[in-house]
């Protein structure tokens, strides 16, 4: 499951281990790991400036990283609850991805409408 809007993503961590591939400059580096549910009793990351570990409990009023800052492409999460992975968009990467994959880039975008030109 993933929730987008303008600026961040989130997805659903199953319990288990979950990998997820971030797409700089597209989005990160700011993410988090945030509770859902019932707080989970183990949970630890790789690839994060300050990874989560066996000694930190991930609960609200304890510890929510929600400002953490993915060091590497791919984040590893281990728990044994399903936690939600936030990370950050580039609203305008993205646009500029689109663009360019549609063949566009330069062109005149939707709201130019089809008989303008770029500048």
């Not at 993503?9 to 971030?22: E, I, K, N």
């Amino acid at each position: 499951m993933w929730l987008i809007g303008s600026h961040s993503h989130v997805s659903l961590a199953p319990a288990g281990d979950t990998r997820v591939r971030l797409t700089p400059p597209l989005d990160g580096p700011t993410c988090g790991v945030i509770p859902v549910g019932t707080p989970p009793d183990r949970v630890s990351t790789t690839g994060l400036r300050w990874n989560l570990g066996p000694d930190i409990r991930l609960a609200y009023g304890s510890c929510v990283s929600s400002s953490n800052h993915a060091e590497q492409a791919e984040v590893g999460i281990s728990t044994d609850r399903p936690v939600l992975f936030t990370a950050s968009i580039d609203a305008g990467a993205v646009h500029d991805a689109v663009e360019a994959a549609a063949g566009r880039a330069g062109g005149p975008t939707a709201a130019e409408g089809p008989g303008a030109s770029a500048v």
